[in-house]
């Protein structure tokens, strides 16, 4: 059996979550159990990565799949195998973290009447930052 550790997030939209992982290249299952360690059912979760489909999209391999399930709060936590480690584990997460705010942001931006126009990343001191790039529709 695998040893899960949960990560707690910001995101609370299911559909932006999904969203934000296809943006990053992962096609999701939903209301799905986890397998772990030797293809185990170990627990289920409202979002699920399957490690081979992450091991397709970034070559890296995993002992078990990623999930994410709604907490009591309402906010998505992130599930992973403790022995994936907790940097890699919190990389993953602010990639996904990234990806949904530029989703919910997107979506937020067509409803006041806004156009994307494009996606930007800058260099700055701090590292890359992402820009999202709208016009006004007329």
């Not at 890699?88 to 949904?100: G, I, L, P, T, W």
């Amino acid at each position: 059996m695998s040893h899960y550790a949960a990560f707690k997030t910001t995101m609370r939209d299911a559909n932006f979550l999904v969203a934000a992982l296809a943006q990053m290249g992962f096609t999701t299952e939903r209301n799905a159990t986890l397998m772990g360690f030797m293809d185990r059912a170990d627990q289920a979760a409202d979002v699920v990565v399957r490690k081979a489909e992450f091991q397709r999209v970034t070559g890296k391999y995993l002992l078990g799949d990623i999930g994410f399930d709604r907490g009591a709060d309402g906010s998505y936590h992130m599930i992973s195998d403790d022995y994936h480690g907790y940097m890699a584990a919190m990389k993953f997460s602010d990639r996904v973290n990234q990806s949904y705010a530029e989703q919910s942001k997107m979506a937020w931006a067509e409803q006041q009447g806004y156009m994307f126009c494009g996606r930007e990343v800058v260099e700055t001191a701090a590292g890359p930052e992402v820009k999202l790039l709208f016009s006004v529709r007329e």
